[in-house]
């Protein structure tokens, strides 16, 4: 049951192991003097090879860990690729999956993203399915299109358990990273076309207990409020406002 936020930071390929761990360090020091919001779940999401070090100096705190991708098979011959058990060994708790970077720069398909998210799942952990439309696609009026098939073929296939938890973020490409975040009316129209089709997947109760649907892009303390205060908006992805503890706990203070 869950009936809180949750706020995950995506610290992406920005920050070295050194970097990450004193950013850790900073959150941790600075979380001791506020009061985050009952029920206000934290995760961070540094890169792999600081996940070690990012978990060591958040262990005991409130803070979660979490990571940026996983791969879809458990064990073998692939090479460069780190599956969701060895992120579990680690403490990971969530995992990002279908980023729009990954789905541009690797060329992700909503099959393979599929395959990732079954693979956090299994391990007990909770997939972060990123979901969104680029400007074109809105532009030629298929925003809608483009998020029901990628809710759909995201969770092809998947059977929530009881202790299963899932999250799906709305995160529209073409603000990731700009600065300039959607027009809440926007995203709460989104909102509602994912949380359509999450209807056509699951019954209520699931829904209601087990599945949050988040904003991302361009998230910042000025405008988080706009976001978080919408009703089917369960909490929010940051990026660039992620990585200075000052910002992030700016964050973690909106909701207190
Ligand atoms: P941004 O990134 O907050 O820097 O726009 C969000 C994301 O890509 O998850």
């Known amino acids: 049951m869950h009936d809180g936020h949750i706020i995950i930071g995506n610290w992406k390929m920005n920050l070295d192991a050194f970097a990450s761990r004193a950013l850790a360090d900073e959150l941790r020091k600075k979380l001791a003097g506020i009061r985050l919001a009952p029920n206000l779940e934290v995760v961070v999401c540094p890169s792999y090879d600081a996940l070690a070090s990012v978990g060591e100096a958040l262990s005991?705190?409130?803070?979660q860990l979490g990571a940026q991708d996983v791969f879809w098979q458990e064990k073998g011959a692939?090479?460069?690729?780190?599956?969701?058990?060895?992120?579990?060994?680690?403490g990971v708790r969530?995992?990002?999956?279908?980023?729009?970077?990954?789905?541009?720069?690797?060329?992700?398909?909503?099959?393979?993203?599929?395959?990732?998210?079954?693979?956090?799942?299994?391990?007990?952990?909770?997939?972060?399915?990123?979901?969104?439309?680029?400007?074109?696609?809105?532009?030629?009026?298929?925003?809608?299109?483009?998020?029901?098939?990628?809710?759909?073929?995201?969770?092809?296939?998947?059977?929530?358990?009881?202790?299963?938890?899932?999250?799906?973020?709305?995160?529209?490409?073409?603000?990731?990273?700009?600065?300039?975040a959607i027009d809440p009316a926007q995203a709460e129209?989104?909102?509602?076309?994912?949380?359509?089709?999450?209807?056509?997947?699951?019954?209520?109760?699931?829904?209601?207990?087990?599945?949050?649907?988040?904003y991302g892009g361009s998230v910042d303390p000025g405008?988080?409020?706009n976001y978080t205060t919408i009703p089917g908006i369960r909490g929010v992805l940051v990026g660039a406002a992620s990585i200075h503890a000052e910002n992030f706990i700016k964050l973690l203070a909106s909701f207190t």
Do not use: F
């Open 189 to 214: 129209r989104a909102i509602q076309v994912i949380r359509q089709s999450l209807i056509d997947l699951y019954p209520p109760a699931t829904i209601a207990t087990q599945i949050r649907v988040i």
């Open 78 to 90: 692939y090479t460069g690729e780190i599956s969701a058990s060895m992120l579990a060994a680690l």
């Open 94 to 180: 969530l995992v990002i999956v279908g980023h729009s970077e990954r789905r541009t720069h690797l060329h992700e398909t909503d099959e393979l993203v599929n395959m990732k998210v079954k693979a956090a799942l299994s391990q007990g952990m909770t997939p972060v399915l990123c979901v969104g439309e680029t400007y074109d696609e809105r532009r030629i009026g298929h925003t809608e299109l483009i998020l029901m098939r990628q809710v759909v073929e995201g969770l092809k296939g998947i059977t929530l358990g009881p202790d299963n938890k899932l999250v799906i973020a709305y995160e529209p490409v073409w603000v990731i990273g700009t600065g300039q």
């Open 223 to 225: 405008n988080i409020a």
């Open 60 to 63: 005991g705190s409130a803070l």
